[in-house]
């Protein structure tokens, strides 16, 4: 007989419950809402707000709109979407994540404040994510984002140093990076870094290497567009080489499944609770 056990650590993180909650509470109201971009990397999370009436667009398709309510993700936007929305009469649902808003603010404090010596503001983070376009928007796109300690040749070492993060990038390169910077930087240059990883985020890190290593088999569920969920599976890796990541319980390979096994059930920040217990369902009926 198998054990199943979902992992009571996975699912959503606050500012994608928050995000989905305020687009489930407009979607009742009955009137069109568009969402700027997925609302959540999870493909089946999104068909399901999509038979509801949420409907994804594009950042070109946002600036032809007129007089509607487009919701605002977690990941957050640059200015130039909120400048957008005043020109066309748009209502701006605004889901960012605290945690992200106030990082924006902290980037467009300091690209603002003047200073005798010519500065540079760094991000630690994926090129092209959502996240980390709305914090490069802060600065008139003039950051420099690295997406590992492989890049940090492309900081100028003998300018004033402003280092910032995705909010769910890995906190152990984040402090090689600073280590590495506090090496290699020139003597009279300032160097302040701010430690902007979510540690709703960071904390599950060791979690689910616990989780992962418990188990004989894990099925870590996740959208394969998931930042975080890159992270926290190579995590799973790292803990128990007999885990495997799906998108949902269509991709479960049951011939992996032996009578007497522990198998585990995780996933990312961006993964509902429902597909994780829709998971564990499937390979119950399977064995019964």
Request: one cysteine or more; proline letters at 3%; glycine letters at 6%.
């Amino acid at each position: 007989m198998i054990h199943v056990e979902i992992d009571e650590h996975s699912g959503f993180c606050f500012g994608v419950t928050t995000a989905i909650r305020k687009a489930e509470e407009e979607l009742l109201r009955g009137a069109p809402l568009y969402c700027l971009g997925d609302i959540v990397h999870n493909g089946m999370e999104c068909d399901r707000l999509r038979h509801m009436g949420l409907i994804a667009i594009n950042h070109d398709e946002f600036a032809q709109l007129r007089n509607v309510r487009v919701l605002l993700r977690a990941h957050g936007e640059p200015p130039e979407t909120y400048d957008t929305a005043r020109r066309n009469g748009i209502d701006i649902i605004d889901a960012t994540c605290p945690v992200v808003l106030n990082i924006q603010k902290r980037i467009k404090q300091e690209y603002d404040t003047p200073s005798p010596h010519p500065k540079q503001i760094i991000i630690y983070g994926q090129k092209g994510h959502a996240e980390v376009l709305g914090l490069v928007g802060q600065t008139d796109g003039t950051a420099i984002v690295i997406e590992s300690i492989k890049e940090i040749d492309r900081i100028d070492f003998t300018r004033d140093i402003y280092l910032y993060s995705q909010t769910t990038k890995s906190l152990d390169e984040f402090r090689l990076i600073v280590e590495t910077i506090k090496q290699r930087i020139a003597p009279d240059v300032k160097f302040h870094y701010y430690d902007t990883i979510c540690r709703q985020v960071s904390n599950r890190l060791a979690n689910i290497r616990a989780f992962a290593a418990s188990h004989d088999l894990v099925f870590f569920v996740c959208g394969r567009k998931s930042s975080n969920g890159k992270v926290l599976y190579q995590e799973c890796l790292k803990a128990n080489l007999n885990s495997y990541h799906i998108e949902g319980s269509h991709e479960i390979d049951f011939s992996l499944i032996k009578d007497g096994q522990s198998i585990g059930i995780c996933g990312a920040t961006s993964t509902p609770k429902w597909l994780m217990e829709e998971c564990k369902q499937a390979i119950i009926i399977h064995n019964s």
